[in-house]
């Protein structure tokens, strides 16, 4: 079946603009988190949902940064004013449960470079 | 506060030889880990997880990990090396500290396979 898929692959953008990158998680899969990879770094967690709602966004560095999950399914990450920190790989991930043991399976990332 | 220490960045081995990424975490619960698994241009894929059950845990393409529970460790091994198995590798702790399961990601380590 299909896997996790995001889009875009690559995202090139000016300081100051606004963003969105989408997620499209395994069907039927209710938890859906993001994740920032910064160059050699492992991902860095962002925001999870359960169904529609952000059971954690504890990771949301400011509050530059949104997302939702308007229909549990798809999700989108929005950043505002956007800085040229924010360049690194976005990852998307679903699972079918959130307990400590599902495992969550990974889209390939939207590569977001700010200039 | 759970962390995970990847404690070499890079791995460097013979092909047919024996691998062996290390990895130390620190949990003030019964954690879950995992080792993930990112091929060059491709998603990040679960090679295994230790759930509480079994400590010796069997993985995808001849991995297996040990959890050592004195140690604080969750070493990553191989019998023999592949130049396939080349790729970065990420050990992950996940466990309630905060109230859910939000995994924690290592710096990763770049195995490098030689002919």
């Known amino acids: 079946g299909a896997g996790v898929s995001q889009t875009p692959s690559n995202k090139v953008t000016e300081k100051g603009k606004y963003v969105e990158l989408r997620c499209d998680p395994i ?21 999870y949902f359960q169904g529609t709602g952000a059971a954690d966004d504890s990771g949301l560095p400011n509050d530059r940064f949104f997302a939702v999950r308007p229909e549990g399914s798809v999700s989108t990450l929005k950043i505002q004013r956007t800085e040229r920190g924010d360049s690194a790989v976005y990852l998307c991930a679903s699972s079918s449960g959130t307990s400590g043991t599902d495992t969550q399976y990974f889209g390939p990332g939207t590569r977001l470079t700010v200039l | 506060a759970q962390s995970v ?7 460097s081995v013979s092909e047919g030889t024996p691998v062996l990424l290390r990895c130390n975490y620190s949990s003030s619960y019964s954690p879950s880990l995992f080792w993930y698994v990112q091929h060059p241009n491709k998603g ?6 230790y759930t509480s059950a079994a ?33 970065e590798y990420f050990c992950v702790v996940s466990d309630l500290a905060g ?12 195995l490098i396979v030689h002919p």
């Open chain 1, 27 to 47: 069907s039927g899969h209710t938890a859906l988190y993001w994740y920032r990879q910064s160059l050699g770094q492992g991902p860095e967690f962002l925001i």
């Open chain 2, 5 to 11: 220490t990847q404690l070499d960045s890079h791995v």
């Open chain 2, 44 to 49: 990040l894929q679960l090679l295994l997880k």
């Open chain 2, 55 to 87: 400590t010796l845990v069997k993985g995808i393409n001849g991995f297996e990990a040990e959890f050592k529970k004195s140690e604080t460790s969750f070493h990553l091994t191989k019998p023999s090396a592949h130049m396939s198995d080349a790729a």
């Open chain 2, 99 to 110: 109230g859910s399961y939000i995994p924690t990601f290592g710096r990763g380590t770049s």
